[in-house]
């Protein structure tokens, strides 16, 4: 499984547009990126998967480039609730190899001040 | 939206005591998943399993630890002899496929405390 790289840390204010980077270097042809949020108290919640590009949903983008060796993860306009954990893992497709375990690193702390 | 659920949400145990944590995964999904998060530390895998049997297990998952699903939704994790450093939040997740694709869904954990 790549290993990923991400700031330990963040602090935004409401209303702005937050971007984590997430560096996973030894990425491998077959290897999906996967965003996680964990709240307090709370199981990681999954927020968006993407191969390459540009993917968006109701609650994020993400952008992959062409290299896929970084991954950047946007929140548009925060709020105090966005206040979370949000964890960049990197796995295989599906694979009879592949167990589906996921392998969480530290993670960002995301902080939104008022 | 179908959640995983997992009960009780706190349990408080004395040191070598037996505990059985449970899950009930949404009901379509296949594969399932143990993990857990010592306070203030990262998520970390237990076990994985699939078919009614365990597909992989993590070095933390000793011989102390047991899974089953004894009826076909409830998901269980038993820790037979609890030890202090067990104190934890124990999630619970399936999906219905493996691999990376197929994102998991957790539940909201159980918050084991060691006595």
């Known amino acids: 499984l790549a290993k990923t790289t991400q700031p330990i840390s963040m602090d935004s204010y409401e209303g702005q547009e937050v971007n984590i980077t997430c560096s996973h270097n030894?990425?491998?042809?077959?290897?999906?990126i996967t965003w996680y949020q964990q709240f307090p108290s709370q199981g990681p919640r999954f927020i968006i998967q993407g191969y390459k590009t540009k993917v968006t949903n109701e609650v994020a983008s993400l952008f992959i480039p062409a290299d896929r060796k970084s991954s950047t993860l946007s929140l548009p306009r925060v709020s105090l609730s966005d206040t979370a954990v949000y964890y960049c893992?990197?796995?295989?497709?599906?694979?009879?190899?592949?167990?589906?375990?996921?392998?969480f690193g530290q993670g960002t702390t995301l902080q939104v001040k008022p | 939206e179908p959640e995983v659920t997992q009960t009780p949400s706190h349990q408080v145990t004395q040191m070598g005591q037996e505990v059985i944590l449970r899950c009930v995964p949404i009901s379509n999904h296949l594969y399932f998943y143990w993990y857990r998060q010592i306070l203030g530390q990262k998520v970390e895998f237990l076990v994985s399993?699939?078919?009614?049997?365990?597909?992989?297990k993590s070095e933390i998952f000793d011989d102390q630890f047991s899974v089953e699903r004894p009826d076909g939704s409830n998901f269980t994790l038993k820790i037979r002899s609890t030890k202090l450093e067990d104190s934890a939040m124990y999630f619970c997740?399936?999906?219905?496929?493996?691999?990376?694709?197929?994102?998991?869904?957790f539940g909201d954990g159980t918050r084991l405390s060691i006595l």
């Open positions: 399993f699939y078919n009614n049997e365990i597909s992989e």
């Open positions: 030894n990425i491998a042809t077959n290897d999906y």
């Open positions: 997740a399936s999906c219905w496929r493996q691999g990376a694709v197929q994102p998991q869904h």
């Open positions: 893992l990197v796995g295989e497709s599906w694979g009879s190899s592949n167990t589906g375990k996921l392998i």
